[in-house]
């Protein structure tokens, strides 16, 4: 039940197409939802986060839906381009535990 | 510059010897995070901290120790009863337990 399932594990888009990430969970108590990008090396970077009192937030060129009845969230990347290609994980928590549960990566190759 | 800082970059263990990472930050966080991450796979979380001179289990925590005498600073000793400690290891600190995490470099530690 403290599981975030993340999909696809990989995925090659075109230049100025749209990415999609996926993320379902169990565990209803979740109520924080981020979405990090990591480059080969480095350390995580917080992308954008959502809480389950809206369905969707935007920044940029990503967007984070949230779907509460289906337990379902994801990331949409618009116009991706090349500097995109990198791992994104999903993850989830809960209250103030802070301890995030993530999902287990996606690995974006944007093609030029 | 505000950030979190993990030393070394890089680091080679022979089987059987304990050894620490070293993660300092200057962020005036209160709680502070080690994770481990496998190669396709996402973080697991090995210690958590919400104050001084307090931590927490996480869900690897078996083979690891930690300490939080400073505020800034929160090391993890990888013991030789690590059955696989070769590894990507990567810290993290929060303003408060259930803000954001925000990462360090992360330290590539290989046993030999």
């Known amino acids: 039940q403290q599981q975030v399932k993340q999909s696809p594990q990989s995925l090659i888009v075109q230049k100025g197409g749209i990415s999609i990430i996926n993320c379902a969970y169990e565990?209803?108590?979740?109520?924080?939802f981020p979405w990090y990008q990591q480059f080969p090396g480095k350390g995580p970077a917080l992308l954008i986060a959502?809480?389950?009192?809206?369905s969707e937030k935007k920044e940029g060129r990503f967007t984070i839906s949230f779907n509460k009845s289906a337990k379902q969230f994801s990331l949409h990347i618009m116009d991706s381009q090349p500097g995109d290609s990198a791992t994104y994980f999903c993850a989830a928590s809960s209250g103030n535990t802070g301890k995030l549960i993530f999902g287990q990566g996606t690995t974006l190759q944007v093609k030029p | 510059d505000g950030g979190i800082t993990q030393s070394p970059k890089y680091l080679f263990r022979k089987e059987g010897q304990n050894v620490t990472l070293s993660c300092e930050q200057n962020?005036?966080?209160?709680?502070m995070y080690w994770y481990r991450q496998d190669p396709g796979q996402g973080l697991r979380l090995i210690y958590y901290s919400q104050i001084v001179n307090d931590f927490q289990k996480g869900d690897i925590a078996e083979g690891y120790s930690v300490s939080r005498e400073k505020k800034e600073s929160f090391p993890l000793t990888v013991t030789s009863a690590q059955k696989n400690p070769t590894a990507f290891y990567l810290c993290a600190s929060s303003l408060y337990e259930g803000f954001e995490q925000f990462f360090g470099p992360g330290t590539r530690l290989t046993v030999l």
């Open positions: 565990n209803t108590a979740f109520d924080y």
């Open positions: 959502i809480r389950p009192d809206v």
């Open positions: 962020l005036n966080h209160d709680a």
